[in-house]
């Protein structure tokens, strides 16, 4: 059974922070590629970030670069998202998915990832 569970999220106002934790089980996570995605009501999914299973590559959109920040830490197999100077336009539910690779890259494609978490809420106010 492969689980991937998504915490951390709440609502904060413009200008805030917030850090979310995805938890993975049942799977090789240090030969995972992992991304974060979200999706807002009436809109597509979307990748915020990726990072590759060595976490020597990491993708970041522009919508997003300079105020999130993606880390793994493979002992407790968790994957971070820290989220800084949040703006409305960042509300969404946000996503975990996870891929057991042994390509070293960040994957950025949706239907590259074979497990996905349940989501967690981020609410952004101005």
């Known amino acids: 059974q492969v689980q991937l569970v998504e915490s951390g999220g709440g609502s904060v106002q413009a200008g805030g922070s917030l850090r979310l934790s995805c938890a993975a089980s049942?799977?090789?996570?240090?030969?995972?590629?992992i991304g974060w995605f979200r999706q807002a009501p009436g809109e597509a999914r979307e990748l915020v970030a990726a990072i590759s299973r060595n976490a020597a590559n990491i993708y970041y959109p522009d919508s997003v670069k300079g105020r999130f920040t993606i880390s793994r830490d493979n002992a407790e197999n968790t994957v971070l998202l820290q989220m800084d100077s949040l703006k409305p336009e960042d509300t969404a539910l946000y996503y975990c998915a996870a891929k057991r690779t042994f390509t070293v890259r960040a994957m950025t494609s949706e239907n590259e990832y074979d497990y996905w978490g349940q989501g967690t809420q981020v609410t952004v106010s101005s």
């Open positions: 049942g799977l090789s996570f240090s030969w995972s590629a």
